[in-house]
């Protein structure tokens, strides 16, 4: 049998220890936070892109390493400008009035041609006809909006106001940021595509 004045007593003597415990304390203090610490030792071996976060292709999205500078063939020397640095800083609102120009563009999934002005971007053009296009940032800097020029490279039908995730490569193929994109020409456009 239980005898309740030693059941009384072993309870007793358990509260006594567990409040000596907590007054006390157990010593054990939380590890310094090394979160910081991590981010930077693992940014410092991540090769430098001008693509943002988390598009950077060089994190094991498109498999491209990044070319030291100096070594790509054919680099450009300090303060020469390229086809790409041209359309650095196109801003399409100012196009002068007496400027604008209409060229007619062909949206094959959709079955019709429109007139798109040279300041206004494809995607908003596609949309106030009511169709329904893919599109996410609308900033140049993803590929959801990507469409495929049907006749060549690109940069022979449009300009890029800002396009910080289509190689040259890609834009050979025909391929466009229709976010970001504005006629320089007629062309077909293969709205959804992406490289």
């Not at 019709?112 to 609308?138: F, K, M, Q, S, V």
């Not at 190689?167 to 490289?195: H, S």
Request: aromatic share 8%; with cysteine; glycine share 10%.
């Amino acid at each position: 049998m239980v005898d309740p004045a030693s059941v009384a007593a072993g309870a007793a003597l358990t509260l006594v220890l567990v409040a000596i415990h907590y007054s006390t304390g157990t010593g054990w203090e939380a590890n310094e936070d090394i979160s910081q610490e991590v981010l930077e030792q693992r940014a410092a071996t991540v090769p430098d892109t001008e693509f943002p976060e988390p598009y950077n292709r060089s994190i094991g999205g498109g498999g491209a390493a990044a070319i030291p500078a100096g070594e790509a063939e054919g680099e450009l020397a300090e303060g020469e400008e390229g086809e790409e640095d041209a359309d650095e800083g196109f801003d399409p609102d100012a196009i002068p009035e007496d400027e604008v120009e209409y060229y007619e563009v062909e949206f094959a999934k959709e079955g019709e041609t429109i007139e798109i002005a040279n300041n206004e971007n494809i995607l908003d053009a596609g949309e106030e006809e009511g169709w329904d296009l893919p599109y996410a940032c609308r900033q140049g800097q993803c590929v959801s909006c990507a469409g495929q020029i049907q006749e060549g490279a690109a940069t022979d039908y449009i300009r890029h106001s800002q396009n910080e995730s289509l190689f040259e490569d890609d834009m050979e193929d025909g391929y466009c940021l229709t976010c970001v994109a504005y006629p320089t020409d007629d062309f077909t456009l293969e709205t959804g595509e992406q490289p």
